[in-house]
């Protein structure tokens, strides 16, 4: 253990590295402060399809994600991408096909062309997010047109446009029993399949009600008894009103002695943003997860220090 260690990743580099998500329109009031605690970067939305290839499957629009991808790098961080393939937000042009294999030339041309543009720079992709709904079944016209072949395009495409990278299975939930058995049938289908899946991607947006470390434990074991890697990809703790600051670092500093438990089995663990002054709970799209202002994560609008953090770094 290291005696002084003054940044989180320091902290954390004999475990996994440590990440954190933001985008374009927020990255730059945490440069040279907050930024410095991350050894790992995802964009929040650059990398998305909505974003990459928003009006056509040709004309692609890398420069957002290419300027943070630049930035990670030269700040000597590792960068997770996100997502290739998502049913939310996708674009017309491929949300709409209806024809079975124009849907999979359309994917594997698409998948091809983004993991080949960043090689090397990104060293792991989620490649199919959130396939499984909250039904507990598949979910999207991807499915209904294509059923489980879409999934299977995606990751042997990315695997033949780079063989240099992890590829992951990306989904929220998964600390919940049904869903998680769901997306064990499906990742067991693919490993029969010979379909080359690397890890599981557990989002990880937790909250103070229902979140049980018992279950998060659960599922990193199940996981890794598939001999697929675990990465936590999108960890936030909601704490609507600030109300719950005192268990919300707790759970943090039980979340985080569980990863360090595991380390041999979890290759990364991602904060989904950095500090309470912005959080994607705070936006108008999410209502339903709670009202006013959501509070979820390791530092405080002022960017400093909360309990949580010291809970997290302090063992
Ligand atoms: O860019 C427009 C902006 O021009 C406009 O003024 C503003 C008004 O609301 O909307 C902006 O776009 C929003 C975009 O975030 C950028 O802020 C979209 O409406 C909004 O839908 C989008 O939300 C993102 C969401 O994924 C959907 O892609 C969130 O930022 C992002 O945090 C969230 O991340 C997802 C992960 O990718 C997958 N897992 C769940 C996670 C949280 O939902």
Aim: glycine share 8%; net charge negative; proline share 3%.
């Amino acid at each position: 253990m290291q005696l002084r260690a003054e940044f989180l990743w320091e902290k954390y580099s004999p475990y996994f590295p440590i990440g954190y998500a933001i985008g374009t329109e927020n990255i730059d009031r945490y440069k040279g402060g907050i930024d410095r605690h991350f050894n790992s970067f995802t964009c929040e939305n650059e990398m998305k399809m909505y974003t990459i290839a928003p009006h056509s499957p040709t004309q692609d629009n890398f420069a957002p994600s290419d300027n943070m991808v630049d930035y990670a790098v030269s700040q000597g961080k590792r960068v997770r991408g996100h997502t290739l393939i998502w049913y939310n937000g996708a674009p017309s042009w491929i949300a709409g096909c209806r024809d079975k294999q124009t849907l999979l030339r359309l994917i594997g041309d698409y998948v091809t062309r983004v993991v080949k543009h960043y090689g090397n720079k990104v060293y792991s992709w989620d490649v199919v997010n959130e396939a499984i709904g909250d039904d507990n079944r598949y979910r999207s016209a991807f499915y209904d047109v294509a059923g489980i072949d879409y999934i299977e395009t995606a990751f042997c495409v990315a695997r033949a446009a780079n063989p240099h990278i992890r590829l992951f299975y990306n989904d929220y939930n998964l600390d919940k029993p049904q869903k998680r058995a769901k997306v064990i049938e499906m990742l067991r289908e693919l490993q029969r399949d010979g379909v080359p899946v690397d890890g599981v991607g557990m989002q990880g947006h937790y909250n103070l009600k229902d979140t049980r470390i018992s279950d998060v434990e659960n599922a990193i074991r199940e996981f890794s008894a598939l001999g697929l890697e675990v990465q936590i990809t999108e960890l936030d703790v909601k704490n609507y009103g600030n109300t719950g600051a005192r268990r919300q670092a707790e759970l943090y500093g039980e979340l985080f002695a569980l990863f360090r438990k595991y380390a041999d089995v979890i290759t990364g663990v991602t904060l989904w943003n950095a500090a309470d002054d912005y959080s994607w709970l705070d936006g108008d799209d999410f209502p339903h997860y709670g009202t006013g202002k959501a509070y979820p994560t390791l530092f405080d609008e002022n960017h400093g220090r909360k309990e949580a953090f010291y809970k997290v770094f302090d063992f």
